[in-house]
């Protein structure tokens, strides 16, 4: 199942410094998780040129393994992601070809 997660961060005055500390241990479980075949695309949500949240389109067998991803997650576990949404999606074909 392909899924389509936001998640916007705390708005607090140390959610931003929170972020960088779980930064590299969030991109390292991104590299761990799209060499498995989990993580399709993601970016980092801005406004007024500063990081807020991010997207990540992401596929797991179910909403279990989802859940299981995100019980590990740097950006949760420290308290980075505030608002979190998640849903169901389809990527189209041609995003999934290989250029």
């Not at 801005?46 to 990081?51: A, F």
């Not at 576990?77 to 999934?96: G, H, M, R, Y």
Request: hydrophobic share 45%; glycine share 4%; with cysteine.
């Amino acid at each position: 199942m392909q899924f389509l997660l936001v998640a916007y961060d705390a708005t607090d005055a140390e959610a931003p410094m929170r972020r960088l500390a779980a930064r590299p241990e969030h991109l390292a479980l991104v590299g761990k998780n799209k060499a498995a075949g989990h993580a399709h695309f993601g970016a980092a949500l801005m406004e007024n040129d500063k990081m807020v949240g991010s997207m990540m389109v992401v596929e797991y067998p179910d909403r279990e393994a989802l859940e299981a991803w995100l019980n590990e997650e740097p950006y949760v576990l420290q308290d980075v992601w505030d608002d979190i949404s998640i849903n169901e999606c389809k990527i189209a074909p041609p995003f999934l070809k290989k250029a």
